[in-house]
């Protein structure tokens, strides 16, 4: 990149940068075979935050959490948490992490399981707690081969949580729970955070992203090409739906601002770069009726930016 160049990724507001942050991807690349899944990814989390981790699929984002982790080696770069490397870190309790899949043991119940992975590390949360935290209580004298896949996803909940660590690594976390069930997921993970721990997740649900992350970074082709709030993401596609009932008469399309234009039965969908002008000219065309404006949601800028 040749100098004054701007970097291709959108920015926004960084969070200041303490003294250690809890993790760290610097310059991090990993290929498999001929296919680069991690391209010179830099990534810092900093204490408390909540942060997204989208893009679509094959954008990276399992490779990078796996070179967070240790569990992938990186061809170029390092991940360091809270300034140890990963393993150490994970020894150290600091770090709990689940995956988006991953075998259980048979034949154990779920509280031998928990008990005894809550007892290799130094300072776990108490089995009860543990429990009554991944919400499978009723579930504690269960075999784990005889669980549902949501219940199976709540008991790896329950090991990621175990040693009461200070960041939260969770790869597709809901992937498997029913609505229901992810809304009791987030209510804990929000109790997590109320804490001071620091949460970074991966999802392909827009709206857990939106709901309950104060930082999304997004994710394509194994860069980050963007990363702010939920407010700043939806920002860079600058397009509003106006919405009015059919007017007769107007040249839709070649209204300012309209970049499309879809019709749904007496419904008219303009979609504008500018919904004050758009709605300016309805309004001086007589066109006005039942008139709704309605701002890019995270879908719209997270299909945009990763289209672009």
């Known amino acids: 990149m040749s100098h004054g160049e701007q970097d291709p990724a959108i920015y926004w507001s960084t969070p200041p940068i303490p003294s250690v942050e809890v993790m760290q991807l610097t310059h991090v690349t990993k290929r498999f075979g001929p296919v680069t899944a991690v391209d010179d990814l830099s990534l810092t989390l900093s204490p408390g935050q909540t942060v997204a981790l989208l893009g679509p699929n094959g954008a990276g984002k399992s490779t990078a959490i796996g070179v967070l982790l240790g569990l ?120 997590f955070a109320a804490r001071g721990t620091t949460i970074l997740f991966s999802t392909h649900y827009l709206e857990e992203a939106d709901e309950n992350a104060d930082r999304i970074v997004v994710v394509n082709q194994g ?62 065309a007589g066109a006005v009726r039942d008139l709704e404006v309605t701002p890019a949601n995270l879908e719209d800028a997270f299909l945009r930016l990763v289209r672009s």
């Open 72 to 191: 992938i080696p990186p061809d170029a770069g390092t991940a360091t948490i809270f300034g140890l490397s990963p393993e150490r870190a994970v020894r150290a309790g600091r770090v709990g992490a689940m995956p988006q899949e991953g075998g259980l043991i048979p034949r154990v119940t779920v509280r031998e399981l928990v008990a005894f992975v809550a007892g290799t590390y130094p300072d776990p949360l108490p089995v009860p707690e543990i429990l009554a935290t991944a919400q499978i209580t009723e579930l504690a004298g269960r075999r784990l081969d005889k669980l549902s896949g949501g219940q199976a996803q709540r008991v790896r909940f329950a090991v990621a949580v175990a040693g009461d660590p200070d960041l939260l690594v969770l790869d597709e976390p809901t992937a498997a729970l029913d609505v229901e069930a992810r809304r009791e997921f987030w209510d804990s993970m929000r109790g």
């Open 223 to 284: 860069r980050v090409i963007a990363d702010g709030s939920g407010a700043d993401i939806k920002k860079t596609v600058a397009l509003t739906t106006v919405t009015v009932t059919s007017p007769p008469g107007v040249a839709l399309p070649e209204l300012p601002g309209v970049t499309s234009v879809e019709v749904r039965g007496d419904r008219v969908h303009l979609r504008s770069v500018d919904s004050d002008a758009t709605v300016l000219a309805l309004a001086a």
